[in-house]
């Protein structure tokens, strides 16, 4: 598995990650599998929410690996706040409680990334400042990022953060790709020229902002996995025929599109089959060309202008 940089940090991570979102539903037998798994693969960077599973994500993580110091030293634990039931809260207040128990949850005294899961339109940057600050000098929160925001929303946070935000947790997939569409479309009198998101690809890399994709298999927003869906014959017949090149699934050609893009994300597979996920990383190992990059493309229903 190779590495990347994220963001400004030190820290040298696995380019692909595990999303936890799922693991509520594993008991802690088949939960330590998926983790040893992910280890033995060498992804070593576990994502995870206070929302998921109403936290129970990050007691069963921490309960199959009978977490201790050994252990810990091992990965890198990334965890979100901010959503709350009907509503966002980026309050100092909340962000502080929502850590504590992140971090009872996890059974660590650390957690190596904080991300602001999604934009609150009440934030006061001030507050969150002052959270990010306390966080940091305690020792809880190594580093910071946010999920889901754009680049003014970033802007506007960096104003008052001392602390450099090191990632961004954005949608991305081959069959979502409006932050590709617009840069591609430049000028033009056509939906996939409209800039949805203020550039937030080119934001990201010249501010050295890591993007994590997350629901790498999706098309639309939830509505569904596009590999081996019959509704997207011509994309899964190239997935198909560049899978069989490089001897790996068509899920790892999915990934490899992503790692493709010199951006250098990491993206977070949301997998909980062990076999699965050790297919899917094999994804590290493969550099599409660019002629294969823009056939998936294409092959997704997008058009060149």
């Known amino acids: 598995m190779k590495k990347i ?24 037998k088949d939960a330590a599998e998926v ?10 960077f576990f ?17 199959a690996i009978d977490m201790n110091p050994q252990v810990r030293e091992k990965m890198f634990i990334q965890t979100k706040c901010g959503i709350r039931n009907g509503s966002f809260d980026f309050s100092k207040e909340h962000i502080l ?10 059974k660590t005294d650390y957690i190596d990334v904080l991300l602001l899961h999604r934009p609150d339109t009440l934030v006061e940057p001030e507050e969150v ?66 800039n949805r998101d203020g550039s937030v690809l080119d934001y990201s890399r010249l501010n050295d ?21 019959e509704k997207f014959p011509e994309l899964n017949e190239k997935l198909k025929e560049l899978a069989e090149k490089y001897n790996v699934t068509k899920s790892a050609i999915a990934i490899a599109w992503i790692l493709r893009h010199p951006a250098n994300m990491q993206p977070v597979v949301g997998t909980m089959n062990p076999q699965r996920l050790s297919d899917i990383s094999k994804a590290s190992d493969i550099e599409l060309t660019r002629k294969e990059w823009y056939e998936i493309y294409l092959a997704a229903g997008n058009k060149l202008p």
Not at 35 to 44: K, Y
Not at 97 to 106: H, I, K, Q, Y
Not at 147 to 155: A, D, K, T, V
Not at 209 to 220: A, L, N, V
Request: proline letters at 3%.
């Open 209 to 229: 902002m890591t993007i994590q994709p997350w629901s790498p298999f999706q098309h639309g927003f939830f509505e569904g996995v596009f590999v081996d869906n």
């Open 129 to 194: 400042a002052e959270a990010f600050t306390k966080l940091k000098e305690s020792g809880k929160v190594r580093h910071f990022g946010v999920s889901n925001h754009n680049p003014m929303q970033i802007e506007l946070l960096k104003k008052y953060v001392e602390q450099d935000l090191i990632a961004n947790q954005l949608q991305l997939s081959v069959m979502f790709t409006p932050m590709i569409d617009a840069g591609l479309n430049v000028n033009m009198q056509h939906d996939p020229a409209i």
């Open 5 to 28: 940089k994220l963001g400004t940090s030190n820290l040298e991570v696995s380019e692909i990650s595990l999303g936890c979102m799922r693991m509520d539903q594993l008991s802690k």
């Open 97 to 106: 409680a929502s850590v504590d128990g992140s971090l009872n949850r996890l």
């Open 35 to 44: 983790i040893e798994n992910a280890l033995d693969a060498g992804v070593d």
């Open 47 to 63: 994502d995870h929410a206070d929302i998921y599973g109403g936290g129970k994500s990050e007691e069963i993580f921490a309960d």
